[in-house]
C-alpha cells in the first residue's frame, strides 16, 4: 500500500506557473511509477505526464496539450514526485491528482486503470 497526497495548487493568472507535488508514504515511492492526471468540471479525468521508477534510467511522458510547458520529475530520496507547470492557460484549470503503481520496468501508461493508487487531489485554477 502507498498513500499518495497531492499540495501546490491554487489560483494563478494566465502565463504564471506553479509546481505540483505528490508526497508518498508507506512502501518505496522508487518502485512505482507515477502519474498526474486532471479533471475539469464536466469533463473525464485525462493524463497530464507520467514517469517510470528508475529502471536503467527514467523514461517519461507528457500529453501533447502540455508539452513543453509541463515536466514531470522525481525525487526518490524524498518520496516526491514533481509537476513543474509553466505558460499556464485558463483550460489547464483543474483538479490534478497523483497516481502510482508498482513496477519492475520502466513501463508505464497512460490509462488511469493502470494505476493502483490515487491522492485526492489539488485544485488549480488559472485566470485569465
Known amino acids: 500500500q502507498v498513500q499518495l497526497v497531492e499540495s501546490g495548487g491554487g489560483l494563478v493568472q494566465a502565463g504564471g506557473s506553479l509546481r505540483l507535488s505528490c508526497v508518498a508514504s508507506?512502501?518505496?515511492?522508487?518502485?512505482?511509477?507515477v502519474g498526474w492526471f486532471r479533471q475539469a468540471p464536466g469533463k473525464e479525468r485525462e493524463f497530464v505526464a507520467a514517469?517510470?521508477?528508475?529502471?536503467?534510467?527514467?523514461?517519461?511522458y507528457t500529453a501533447d496539450s502540455v508539452k513543453g510547458r509541463f515536466t514531470i520529475s522525481r525525487d526518490n530520496a524524498e518520496n516526491i514526485v514533481y509537476l513543474q507547470m509553466n505558460s499556464l492557460k485558463p483550460e489547464d484549470t483543474a483538479v490534478y491528482y497523483c497516481?502510482?503503481?508498482?513496477?519492475?520496468?520502466?513501463?508505464?501508461?497512460?490509462?488511469?486503470?493502470?494505476?493502483?493508487?490515487w491522492g485526492q487531489g489539488t485544485q488549480v485554477t488559472v485566470s485569465s
Open positions: 508507506g512502501r518505496p515511492f522508487s518502485t512505482y511509477a
Open positions: 497516481a502510482a503503481k508498482f513496477t519492475t520496468s520502466q513501463e508505464v501508461q497512460y490509462g488511469r486503470s493502470w494505476y493502483s493508487y
Open positions: 514517469i517510470s521508477r528508475n529502471w536503467s534510467g527514467y523514461r517519461s
